[in-house]
Each structure stands twice: as structure tokens, then as C-alpha cells.
């Protein structure tokens, strides 16, 4: 059976994008993977090395390179326009940061109900619990 999830960066309070994933959304899968893009990357205001892997000139940025991250051929990744509220999937991702450039939360719905709210950091750490809990 598939998990779809939905995640979407917001910017400001606005949703930037809204992109939807069809199979493993659950935080085990899609959650790790989140965690490791958004904790690879350092928001900048500004491009300062042109052939960073590691950073993202703003939230659009981060968004744009995020789509580039997961999409991989047909199917799978799908973009939606971004609706607030939104849980019609089992998980929403959903990222907010503000227009200094700076990634203030993360938060996760397991369909309408918040399980975790905070920093990318503490995103990592409520995953590796989950796994701990699972084993």
C-alpha cells in the first residue's frame, strides 16, 4: 500500500510550493529524506559560490532545488497548487521560514493531527526516536 504525503515550503507565512509524493511519505521514508536535503543545505541570501551543492540562495531556491532533489523521471513527484490548510494526504511536510532566508520549522501532520513541530535539527532527532521506538 502506498503512503502519499505532501510537502510544501512556506515563506513568510506563504506556501511556495506544494509537492506531492505518491509512495513512502511516511516519516521513516520520506521524512528521513527530507531531513537529509534540508540539513544538507545552508540558506543564503545571495549566491556566494556558484557550484555549491550545499546552498540555497533563499526559500524559492531551496524549493526549486528540492523538486530537483526527488523528482526522478514519471511519476512519483507531482506539483499541486498550494492550498492552507491542507491534510488530505496520510503525511504533510511542511517547512516554514521567513524573508531573511532563515528555515525557523519544520512540522508534520499524520493526517490532521500535529506529531512534531520544530528545527530541522530536532526534526533529525525525532526520527532517529521514532526508529529507536519502532526496533
Same mark, same amino acid.
Not at 509512495?23 to 536535503?37: K, N, R, S, V
Not at 546552498?55 to 492552507?84: D, T, V
Not at 504533510?92 to 521560514?97: A, H
Given at each position: 500500500?502506498? $503512503?502519499?504525503?505532501?510537502?510544501? /515550503?512556506?515563506?513568510?507565512?506563504?506556501?511556495?510550493? *506544494?509537492? &506531492?509524493? =505518491?509512495?513512502?511519505?511516511? @516519516?521513516?521514508?520520506?521524512? =528521513?529524506? %527530507?531531513?537529509?536535503? %534540508?540539513?544538507?543545505?545552508?540558506? $543564503?541570501? #545571495?549566491?556566494?559560490?556558484?557550484?555549491?551543492? $550545499?546552498?540555497? *540562495? #533563499?526559500?524559492?531556491?531551496?524549493?526549486?532545488?528540492?523538486?530537483?532533489?526527488?523528482?526522478?523521471? /514519471?511519476?512519483?513527484?507531482?506539483?499541486?497548487? @498550494?492550498?492552507? @490548510?491542507?491534510?488530505?494526504?496520510?503525511?504533510?511536510?511542511?517547512?516554514?521560514?521567513?524573508?531573511?532566508?532563515?528555515?525557523?520549522? &519544520?512540522?508534520?501532520?499524520?493526517? +490532521?493531527?500535529? &506529531?512534531?513541530?520544530?528545527?530541522?535539527?530536532?526534526?533529525? &532527532?525525532? %526520527? *532517529?526516536?521514532?526508529?529507536? +521506538?519502532?526496533?
Amino acid at each position: 500500500m502506498s $503512503t502519499a504525503c505532501a510537502t510544501r /515550503i512556506f515563506e513568510d507565512g506563504e506556501c511556495l510550493v *506544494n509537492m &506531492v509524493r =505518491q509512495a513512502d511519505g511516511y @516519516p521513516e521514508g520520506h521524512g =528521513q529524506e %527530507l531531513f537529509e536535503f %534540508l540539513s544538507s543545505k545552508k540558506i $543564503t541570501c #545571495g549566491i556566494t559560490n556558484y557550484s555549491s551543492e $550545499t546552498e540555497a *540562495n #533563499g526559500l524559492s531556491c531551496l524549493a526549486a532545488q528540492m523538486i530537483a532533489h526527488f523528482k526522478k523521471g /514519471i511519476g512519483g513527484i507531482y506539483l499541486q497548487m @498550494p492550498r492552507w @490548510p491542507q491534510y488530505e494526504y496520510e503525511f504533510t511536510y511542511d517547512v516554514f521560514g521567513d524573508s531573511d532566508s532563515m528555515l525557523s520549522k &519544520v512540522v508534520v501532520h499524520d493526517d +490532521q493531527l500535529e &506529531v512534531f513541530s520544530g528545527s530541522v535539527e530536532a526534526f533529525g &532527532v525525532w %526520527l *532517529n526516536l521514532r526508529k529507536e +521506538q519502532a526496533a
